[in-house]
């Protein structure tokens, strides 16, 4: 496994292995955890598997967040090894700056939602990381996971304007025994707040049951932010909306799904069931 910093290296790489393998990218911010190991045994092992690890403070809105954004490098790299991945891709952020392009980009109406209504300049952070890491590597396949949904449609949205050969690769959310969605910032959380994250998924699948059975939204709605509000979990968002276009629905339909970030112990949380 090879660890590289510079973009000349990854360009000498790329040009040795792109002839004769396919390319697999998993960008991650690192504090790798099972979500993300899913995410390198998906690829296929012939490919060559590159993992980034660069936490993006383009995408950041609250710099302090990206200050206590939890890093791991050694632990990381120990996961990587283990589980077979080829390269990674650990840039200093002079490195990154000095080559992401400063365009205007017009970003797809569904980033104006949810997270994107929350967090200033989030998803152009995104794009323009991504669509960097995009054009360096040249991947055959890059995998992303769908608990990031808003996100992943965003990666989707750039690989179809930009690279149409790339195919991007979703998998679906990693839980752990309690089905908690699996997220670095969960390092953040004391352990005596994992009782209220356990919650989470409890009440979104208790409103998926309810809108199936045919109850009104507005009314499910409210009674679960009342049902996180007792538990003294502040939340963002909570909505149901369409898994194509993200806009907000009223009734269940048959591509919907209910998306939520909501904080504990001040740390931001997101999740999302399908329907």
Do not use: W
């Amino acid at each position: 496994m090879k660890v590289i910093n510079s973009l000349k290296d990854i360009r000498s790489f790329i040009k040795n292995h792109k002839p004769n393998k396919k390319i697999s990218l998993i960008p991650t911010m690192g504090n790798l955890h099972s979500g993300h190991v899913e995410l390198i045994k998906s690829a296929p092992s012939s490919s060559v598997k590159i993992v980034s690890i660069y936490v993006n403070e383009l995408q950041f809105n609250d710099r302090n967040d990206y200050l206590s954004y939890p890093r791991t490098l050694e632990d990381d790299l120990s996961v990587c090894e283990d589980n077979n991945v080829d390269l990674i891709f650990n840039p200093d952020h002079l490195v990154i700056g000095e080559h992401l392009d400063s365009n205007k980009y017009d970003l797809p109406k569904f980033t104006t939602y949810m997270c994107g209504a929350k967090r200033p300049g989030h998803f152009l952070g995104v794009y323009r990381i991504v669509k960097f890491l995009f054009e360096i590597f040249e991947p055959n396949y890059a995998y992303f996971g769908k608990k990031d949904f808003q996100q992943l449609l965003l990666i989707k949205y750039i690989a179809n304007t930009y690279f149409p050969k790339l195919k991007i690769i979703d998998i679906d959310t990693v839980r752990n025994c309690n089905n908690v969605a699996l997220s670095s910032r969960l390092s953040k959380i004391s352990s005596g707040s994992f009782g209220k994250v356990k919650l989470i998924f409890q009440i979104l699948q208790a409103m998926k049951k309810k809108l199936q059975s045919g109850l009104d939204y507005n009314f499910t709605r409210e009674s679960s932010l009342i049902e996180f509000k007792n538990n003294n979990i502040p939340v963002e968002y909570l909505d149901l909306r369409s898994l194509d276009t993200l806009k907000e629905l009223v009734k269940v339909n048959s591509k919907c799904g209910i998306f939520i970030a909501c904080y504990i112990d001040n740390v931001r949380l997101i999740d999302n069931i399908e329907i």
